[in-house]
């Protein structure tokens, strides 16, 4: 035990740690008992009430981010990838914001209808949407279908009864270095038709002759992460282009061009994120240019960012169950959670930091391993971490930056329920999805 722990008053003396912004949300702060607040309420408390795992969620830091981005693009739309983190209320808060909301499949769409959101503001996507899915996003109404495959504008021209706007997804050989499970632009991989192919040909000329379809623009998204800007005012040029031929052989003026996401964000101090004021501003460039040279009427911008809203406003909170010292080997701490919670370290290698947030750490540090409690050697949440030498049982850890692809990509594995989803704001707390228990998991087990 430490003198500022039997007197916390001696805190108020000292300085506060520094908390990143870039990885925090803006509401981060230590209180006088030198534990981690978010949105006005600690963490430590949070994790006694909901128990752990937990992921907390600041409301007021996703509003932000739909702000930045309708600041930065005030004649763009901004369509919301709820595949990083989809929840009835986080639907209702993107649609508060002015934001339109991308979905991927049947229980995504169901999910944004349940929370109300407008089916006009809904584009689906996918790689290879069910039929019974289409289905159900035509019945609903749903404003755009982007189309990945000559086989679904079979399936679209047989579904509709009124005229369906459809986006066409290209993808334009722009090649963004990422990991390869999440290289999206290049001609081979799995999504959309590549630019300047037979096949693209044929699609477009498959859709226009579709009287139920119309063909509103092209879409395309190059990749996972991307800080450089450039790439998108490349995805520009080349589409216009493409929008200018189809004009000169079809007539047909587009008039929408999605850029898809990717936008990176920082997981640790010091990592790149992309600049929205330097984004809009090469796009704005590139907009100006491509429709200069091809004398072709500016296309309306959209941008579907998913990670960029959602990462830095969620904290997962973990207990520690044990500080293990392996002889001449590394130091682990190992967590009440792990890959189940937390799979982008296993499936892309992802770095993150982990704090501890019921006390300020003071005191000499060490570096270790924080290691999850499933049943296989890689599941590691994050690789030489500092960590106060001290650490027990019992005490918290936070891991920011993971309200992205942390909650939807999470899994049972170990027949281990998945964690609560616990949203913070100005010192209140309201739970958003519950705990998953045993009982949940038997449910499904028809015996
Ligand atoms: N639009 C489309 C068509 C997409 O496929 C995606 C992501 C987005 C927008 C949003 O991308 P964002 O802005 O969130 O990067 N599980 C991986 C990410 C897979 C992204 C798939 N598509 C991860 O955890 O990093």
Request: one cysteine or more.
């Amino acid at each position: 035990m430490t003198l500022l722990e039997i007197f916390p008053s001696l805190r108020s003396g000292m300085p506060s740690p520094r908390v990143d912004t870039t990885v925090w949300p803006c509401e981060t702060h230590y209180d006088e008992l030198g534990r981690i607040t978010l949105g006005g309420v600690a963490l430590a408390d949070l994790a006694d009430q909901y128990g752990t795992p937990a992921y907390v969620l600041d409301e007021t830091e996703i509003r932000r981010r739909c702000r930045a981005y309708r600041k930065h693009f005030p004649e763009g739309e901004i369509v919301y990838a709820a595949k990083a983190l989809l929840t009835k209320a986080v639907a209702g808060w993107i649609a508060e914001e002015g934001l339109s909301l991308d979905v991927c499949s049947g229980g995504e769409l169901a999910v944004a209808l349940a929370a109300g959101v407008d089916p006009a503001r809904i584009v689906l996507h996918g790689s290879g949407k069910p039929f019974a899915e289409l289905e159900a996003a035509v019945a609903a109404g749903v404003g755009r279908i982007v189309i990945d495959s000559l086989t679904e504008i079979t399936l679209l021209s047989a579904l509709v009864s009124r005229r369906q706007q459809v986006l066409l997804r290209l993808s334009p050989g722009i090649d963004v270095h990422g990991h390869p499970a999440v290289k999206t632009g290049v001609a081979d991989q799995k999504f959309g038709f590549p630019l300047g192919s037979a096949q693209t040909a044929e699609a477009i000329e498959r859709v226009l002759r579709q009287p139920a379809l119309e063909l509103v623009g092209f879409h395309c998204h190059l990749g996972s992460q991307i800080h450089d800007p450039d790439f998108y005012g490349e995805a520009v040029r080349r589409l216009v282009a493409e929008m200018a031929r189809v004009r000169a052989e079809y007539g047909t003026v587009l008039t929408q061009l999605d850029l898809g996401g990717g936008h990176a964000v920082a997981y640790r101090s010091g990592d790149a994120e992309l600049n929205l004021y330097e984004l809009a501003d090469i796009v704005e460039d590139a907009l100006d240019a491509a429709c200069a040279r091809n004398r072709f009427p500016r296309p309306r911008i959209t941008l579907e960012p998913g990670r960029a809203i959602v990462a830095r406003a969620g904290v997962t909170l973990y207990r520690v169950m044990t500080v293990k010292r392996i002889e001449g080997g590394r130091t682990f701490v190992i967590v009440d959670g792990g890959m189940n919670d937390n799979p982008r370290v296993a499936l892309y290698g992802a770095r993150y930091d982990a704090v501890v947030a019921n006390r300020h750490p003071t005191g000499p540090f060490m570096t270790a391993t924080v290691a999850g409690r499933y049943c296989e050697a890689g599941d590691i949440l994050a690789p030489d971490v500092r960590l106060p030498a001290g650490l027990r049982p019992g005490e918290i850890l936070a891991v920011p930056c993971t309200g992205a692809y942390h909650h939807s990509l999470a899994s049972t594995y170990n027949g281990v329920g998945r964690p609560p989803l616990i949203a913070v704001r100005e010192g209140h707390t309201r739970p958003l999805v519950r705990r998953e228990t045993p009982a949940d998991l038997l449910s499904r087990d028809l015996g």
